[in-house]
């Protein structure tokens, strides 16, 4: 089982990895912000895993403040940083 | 083992914030700059302060505590002069930059 | 340590020192913040595989949310003073690059040669745990044996906050309605964020969390409510707000004073090194071991802006 | 290994399929909408089925209670930014994908 967990974490984060490709690639700056969405949930994932791995009951409540916050950067993002019309930024 | 790829990765983030504060000509990338080294030294400060299998240091986690609310607050405040800045001179740079680096005034 | 383990941390590693070169060197300002924020979701992995897991919480709460919001914020307004937000691409300087690539090569070597370190502070803090009233070892750094810091800390805090004041004259701004969605969203998770807040800081005393992480939790959740549009009522932003703000570390620096001028002799020196007779020690009641009244300070501060 | 837990493996399995699947949607459709699409799977079903998985193996009513609370808090935060910038790429006019 623990085998299986440290797994499942290396493959989370390659998962990651590969959505980095994404906030590079653009082509809108709605697409960035949903790979940037995606991670956080990937980091939850994670972080439960590794607190069952570990048996670090902690790693718990790192989850819960990611699960709490994960709104706030998209917030910002619709509410201030998205250009009116899809502007020069959006290009890749 | 898991101390020294991180440590390592600290002063490689602590070399790439340097170097982005000192060429970059942006304050906003500059502060970027400044979050990343700041980062990577919290880095190695944490990633020295263990020893495998004994219980990690504490004084060195309150410490990277302190220094990310600082951290937090100073970023804060610098993008509020850099707004300011951006302001009162229609662009995000410093005016002792080197004439190439401006932006384009619009 | 297995090799899943191992390909994790140098993974991990890695994608961090990508992550901070690409967040700094790619030409749009908006993917480097992107990137950067996905930087700060890593940096709190990085810290759980360190075993610091109050670093993490802290990290996720301020490197992972409060940053990225303000840094979109404040990009927004650079839109908005008309400034170019993409600069021509920077170019590369080789003298720099090649002086701080040396530089780090040095440095790479010195942090190696510390690292099978002998020993830190962890046996005075164990020794000591048993008087702090806390037993979660880095809350007791955090606020007993570096209280005075922590006191300081409070005040860059405040300094921060009023000299943003004193700069920013905000001009009201029209915003779009928040919709129903976003509504909703901020009256089901406002409540859920104080809650997670109280939790962190009763956490605290016993297991990693906070009153830093209890603060950056409730800062999020002011930011969160400016976002969306909601603002305090007029008759509480003047003097109110001011009060509000100043009382943590008032609190703070009226405990503090009040235990120095009560016993002058231990005022100004660390619990380490304290005399082992002192009284105050083993009362539990004593100021010094309760938690400090500002810990909702760092929340304010983020919320004013 | 017993009963319970080759059901938690399958879960954790199945769990990490579904953030795959997110993840090579995110990189593969076409336009924000079906990336959008894409992402909610991973959001829902695939940090459902570990939450899911990972409760079998907690041993405590408490933990898995906690787990789940964390699982609904990213459905909620999920679910309003998906209709946040779905709603605002309609607005700005990103058009949709067409064969």
Same mark, same amino acid.
């Given at each position: 089982m623990?085998?299986?967990?440290?797994?499942? &974490? =290396?493959?989370?984060?390659?998962?990651?990895?590969?959505?980095?490709?994404?906030?590079?690639?653009?082509?809108?700056? /709605?697409?960035?912000?949903?790979?940037?969405?995606?991670?956080?949930?990937?980091?939850?994932?994670?972080?439960?895993?590794l607190a069952? /791995?570990?048996?670090?009951?902690?790693?718990?409540?790192v989850?819960?403040?990611?699960?709490?916050?994960?709104?706030?950067?998209?917030?910002?993002f619709?509410?201030?940083?998205?250009?009116?019309?899809e502007?020069?930024?959006?290009?890749? | 083992?898991?101390?020294?790829?991180? #440590?390592?990765?600290?002063? $490689?983030?602590?070399?790439?914030?340097?170097?982005?504060?000192?060429?970059?000509?942006?304050?906003?990338?500059?502060?970027?700059?400044?979050?990343?080294?700041? *980062?990577?030294?919290?880095?190695?400060?944490?990633?020295l302060?263990g020893?495998?299998?004994a219980?990690?240091?504490?004084?060195?986690? #309150?410490?990277?505590?302190?220094?990310?609310?600082?951290?937090?607050s100073?970023t804060?405040?610098?993008?509020v002069?850099?707004?300011?800045?951006?302001?009162a001179?229609?662009?995000?740079?410093?005016?002792? !930059?080197?004439?190439e680096?401006?932006?384009?005034?619009? | 340590?297995?090799?899943?383990?191992?390909?994790?941390?140098?993974?991990?590693?890695?994608?961090?020192?990508?992550? #901070?070169?690409?967040?700094?060197?790619?030409p749009?300002?908006?993917?480097?913040?992107?990137?950067?924020?996905?930087?700060g979701?890593?940096?709190?992995?990085?810290?759980v595989?360190?075993?610091?897991?109050d670093?993490?919480?802290?990290?996720? $709460?301020?490197g992972?949310g409060?940053?990225? !919001?303000?840094l979109?914020?404040?990009? #927004?307004?650079l839109n908005?003073?008309?400034?170019?937000?993409?600069?021509p691409?920077e170019?590369?300087? *080789?003298?720099? !690059?090649?002086?701080?690539?040396?530089?780090?090569?040095?440095?790479?070597?010195?942090?190696?040669s510390?690292?099978?370190?002998?020993?830190?502070?962890?046996?005075?803090?164990?020794?000591?745990?048993?008087?702090?009233?806390?037993?979660?070892?880095?809350?007791?750094?955090?606020?007993?044996?570096?209280?005075?810091d922590?006191?300081?800390?409070?005040?860059?805090?405040?300094?921060?906050?009023?000299?943003?004041?004193s700069?920013? /004259?905000?001009?009201?701004r029209?915003?779009?309605?928040?919709g129903?969605?976003?509504?909703?969203?901020?009256?089901l998770?406002?409540p859920?964020?104080?809650?997670?807040?109280?939790? =962190?800081?009763?956490?605290?005393?016993?297991?990693?969390?906070?009153?830093?992480?209890?603060?950056?939790?409730?800062?999020? /959740?002011?930011?969160l $409510?400016?976002l969306?549009?909601?603002r305090?009522?007029?008759?509480? &932003?003047?003097?109110?707000?001011?009060?509000?703000?100043?009382?943590?570390?008032?609190?703070?620096?009226?405990?503090?004073?009040?235990? $120095?001028?009560?016993?002058?002799?231990?005022?100004?020196?660390?619990?380490?090194?304290?005399?082992r007779?002192?009284?105050?020690?083993?009362?539990?009641?004593?100021?010094?071991?309760?938690?400090?009244?500002?810990?909702?300070?760092?929340g304010?501060?983020?919320?004013?802006? | 290994? &017993?009963?319970?837990?080759?059901? *938690?493996a399958?879960?954790?399995?199945?769990?990490?399929?579904?953030?795959?699947?997110?993840?090579?949607?995110?990189?593969?459709?076409?336009?924000?909408?079906?990336?959008l699409?894409?992402?909610?799977?991973?959001?829902?079903?695939?940090?459902?089925?570990i939450?899911?998985?990972?409760?079998?193996?907690?041993?405590?009513?408490?933990?898995a209670g906690?787990?789940?609370?964390?699982?609904?808090?990213?459905?909620?935060?999920?679910? *309003?930014?998906?209709?946040?910038?779905?709603?605002?790429?309609?607005?700005?006019?990103?058009?949709?994908?067409?064969?």
């Amino acid at each position: 089982m623990p085998d299986l967990y440290h797994a499942l &974490t =290396l493959f989370l984060l390659l998962n990651l990895g590969a959505g980095l490709w994404r906030v590079v690639q653009g082509p809108t700056a /709605a697409d960035r912000m949903l790979a940037a969405q995606l991670f956080g949930t990937t980091a939850v994932a994670i972080l439960l895993v590794l607190a069952q /791995a570990g048996g670090v009951a902690a790693l718990r409540d790192v989850a819960l403040v990611f699960a709490l916050l994960a709104a706030v950067a998209a917030v910002a993002f619709v509410r201030r940083a998205w250009p009116q019309p899809e502007d020069e930024h959006d290009r890749p | 083992m898991t101390a020294a790829f991180y #440590a390592l990765a600290g002063v $490689a983030l602590v070399v790439l914030g340097l170097y982005g504060l000192s060429v970059q000509a942006h304050l906003l990338r500059k502060l970027l700059a400044v979050n990343i080294l700041g *980062s990577g030294v919290f880095l190695v400060l944490v990633s020295l302060g263990g020893q495998p299998g004994a219980a990690p240091d504490p004084v060195p986690h #309150a410490m990277v505590i302190t220094g990310i609310v600082v951290a937090v607050s100073a970023t804060a405040l610098g993008l509020v002069l850099m707004l300011k800045v951006a302001a009162a001179s229609g662009r995000p740079t410093l005016d002792d !930059a080197p004439k190439e680096d401006r932006c384009p005034k619009e | 340590m297995n090799l899943l383990q191992t390909g994790f941390d140098g993974l991990l590693a890695l994608g961090l020192i990508w992550l #901070a070169w690409r967040a700094l060197a790619c030409p749009d300002l908006f993917r480097g913040i992107v990137l950067f924020i996905a930087f700060g979701l890593l940096m709190a992995l990085a810290w759980v595989r360190l075993e610091a897991p109050d670093v993490a919480l802290a990290e996720a $709460a301020i490197g992972a949310g409060l940053t990225g !919001a303000l840094l979109l914020a404040a990009l #927004a307004r650079l839109n908005r003073t008309a400034a170019a937000q993409t600069l021509p691409r920077e170019a590369w300087r *080789s003298g720099p !690059a090649l002086l701080l690539v040396l530089a780090g090569a040095g440095l790479g070597l010195a942090v190696l040669s510390l690292i099978p370190e002998p020993a830190g502070l962890q046996a005075q803090v164990a020794a000591e745990l048993g008087r702090s009233g806390v037993s979660n070892p880095v809350t007791a750094v955090l606020l007993n044996f570096r209280g005075y810091d922590t006191l300081l800390e409070l005040l860059v805090l405040l300094l921060a906050l009023l000299a943003a004041w004193s700069l920013d /004259a905000d001009p009201p701004r029209r915003e779009a309605p928040a919709g129903a969605v976003l509504d909703m969203l901020l009256r089901l998770l406002l409540p859920v964020l104080v809650l997670a807040a109280a939790y =962190l800081l009763w956490a605290g005393a016993h297991a990693p969390g906070g009153a830093f992480q209890a603060g950056a939790v409730l800062g999020a /959740a002011g930011v969160l $409510a400016l976002l969306a549009g909601w603002r305090l009522q007029p008759h509480l &932003t003047g003097t109110p707000l001011r009060l509000a703000v100043t009382i943590g570390p008032g609190g703070f620096l009226l405990v503090a004073w009040a235990f $120095a001028a009560g016993r002058p002799a231990a005022a100004g020196i660390s619990a380490g090194t304290r005399r082992r007779s002192d009284p105050a020690d083993r009362d539990p009641g004593h100021p010094v071991h309760r938690r400090h009244p500002g810990s909702a300070v760092p929340g304010l501060a983020a919320r004013r802006r | 290994m &017993t009963g319970p837990d080759y059901l *938690s493996a399958l879960l954790l399995l199945a769990g990490a399929l579904f953030f795959l699947a997110g993840t090579l949607g995110l990189l593969r459709f076409p336009d924000v909408y079906t990336r959008l699409h894409a992402l909610t799977k991973a959001d829902n079903v695939g940090l459902g089925l570990i939450v899911l998985g990972l409760a079998l193996q907690s041993g405590s009513w408490l933990v898995a209670g906690k787990l789940v609370l964390i699982w609904l808090l990213v459905l909620l935060a999920g679910a *309003s930014v998906a209709h946040l910038i779905a709603r605002g790429a309609r607005q700005r006019g990103i058009p949709e994908w067409r064969r």
